[in-house]
């Protein structure tokens, strides 16, 4: 998922969170692969700031 913002991480892990928690981690680590360590952070302070 080449060129995906963390924006779309965020709504993908919302959609599977409750549903799939493989696929919620995969989806996570996917993210912290293929983010700037910048856009990963932003991600990661949306997650939180949703619980």
């Given at each position: 998922m080449k060129?995906?913002?963390y924006t779309h991480y965020y709504q993908m892990?919302?959609?599977v969170k409750s549903t799939?928690?493989?696929l919620y981690v995969a989806t996570y680590n996917e993210a912290k692969r293929n983010l700037v360590?910048?856009?990963f952070l932003l991600l990661q302070q949306k997650?939180?700031?949703?619980?």
């Open positions: 060129n995906t913002n892990i919302q959609k799939n928690p493989d360590p910048e856009q997650i939180t700031t949703a619980i």
